[in-house]
């Protein structure tokens, strides 16, 4: 085999002119020829992938420009919500000062105070002696504040104050006292008052009933099993107000039992342990109240009642709207 290839050109005036190739030269060329193309196919399918991956970009491109525009629009939505809020809240504010200082006034008359500001070192008998309250004011406050259990329960299974909630294990402050009970144990008013809330519901306090009663106080009963009183209906201590259930957000049947006045929740227990054999306990232990100012409203009241039972009945000085005097003799002139 010849070590040369020879090629022959013809030219165009007829005459043949010949190449003598050697066979490397020649494979080389054979094989760059074949790679050419493959080459080419290469060039063309990684640009096309290229573009491929371009147009895949801008797309998402387009699509975070159209996101951020969102978002610019939410987050301008948010803030004129945010700036509506700041101006409902100053409002608010502005109507919680208000209302602050209508407290502060009923405060002056019923008397309550804030547990900071109270002397709790004062003895008993310098805030109120308890021994010449009469048995009338006695049963009349028994008769109209809350007082002893609303029912005969288990145990206490959470107590009033800051407690690690048994559901969310968050810390919180409980507003009230959990007593166990067996579903549908009898509830009853632990005061005269009138039955002011009587709410259904499968969440949170479930079943919810509220009860005013006199001088501010309020009492409330959640996790009901069934209601046995009407919104509206005026009740007397012992009256049957509901039975003892598992409603709403709890982990066994057991009464929340809450005690307020004022809107300010009290101690429940100091009014669970509050009787006629144990009268001055409550004053002894609810630093919230001061008690005497009450006290006094009730003795007035009791003794107009009983002025009122015996005889006719004018006071001495009856103030009117124009804050004129009126006397007992110039009444007795008119008639």
């Known amino acids: 085999m010849p070590n040369k290839i020879r090629v022959v050109i013809p030219t165009q005036q007829g005459k043949k002119k010949t190449l003598r190739l050697g066979k490397k030269r020649t494979y080389t060329a054979i094989l760059l020829a074949a790679a050419f193309p493959v080459g080419l196919g290469l060039v063309g399918y990684s640009y096309q992938q290229s573009q491929l991956e371009l147009t895949s970009t801008e797309g998402s491109l387009a699509s975070l420009h159209q996101e951020k525009a969102m978002l610019e629009a939410k987050l301008e939505e948010q803030v004129n919500e945010m700036h509506d809020l700041s101006q409902e809240l100053e409002e608010k504010r502005d109507s919680l000062q208000l209302l602050g200082k209508r407290v502060n006034d009923v405060e002056a008359v019923l008397g309550l105070v804030d547990e900071e500001q109270y002397d709790s070192e004062m003895p008993l008998e310098e805030r109120i002696d308890a021994a010449a309250i009469d048995s009338a004011v006695r049963?009349?406050?028994?008769?109209?504040?809350?007082?002893?259990?609303?029912?005969?329960?288990?145990?206490?299974?959470?107590?009033?104050?800051?407690?690690?909630?048994?559901?969310?294990?968050?810390?919180?402050?409980?507003?009230?006292?959990?007593?166990?009970?067996?579903?549908?144990?009898?509830?009853?008013?632990?005061?005269?008052?009138?039955?002011?809330?009587?709410?259904?519901?499968?969440?949170?306090?479930?079943?919810?009933?509220?009860?005013?009663?006199a001088f501010g106080f309020m009492s409330s009963y959640a996790h009901l099993h069934k209601f046995k009183a009407k919104s509206g209906q005026f009740v007397s201590k012992g009256d049957v107000l509901a039975t003892c259930g598992n409603s709403g957000t709890s982990t066994g049947p057991h009464l929340h039992y809450e005690i307020r006045f004022l809107g300010r929740t009290l101690n429940p227990q100091y009014f669970i342990d509050w009787s006629p054999e144990n009268f001055d306990y409550v004053f002894e232990k609810e630093k919230k109240v001061q008690w005497a100012p009450l006290i006094e409203l009730v003795s007035s009241v009791v003794k107009l009642q009983i002025n009122l039972t015996n005889a006719p009945y004018v006071d001495s000085s009856i103030k009117t709207a124009g804050n004129e005097e009126i006397t007992s003799e110039e009444v007795k002139s008119t008639n």
Request: contains cysteine; positive net charge.
């Open 139 to 213: 049963a009349t406050m028994l008769r109209l504040i809350p007082n002893d259990s609303p029912m005969t329960y288990q145990r206490i299974s959470s107590s009033y104050g800051r407690r690690t909630h048994p559901i969310t294990g968050k810390r919180h402050v409980h507003s009230g006292i959990d007593l166990t009970c067996k579903t549908g144990e009898q509830i009853l008013a632990p005061a005269d008052g009138v039955v002011e809330t009587v709410r259904p519901s499968r969440q949170g306090y479930g079943n919810y009933l509220t009860v005013r009663h």
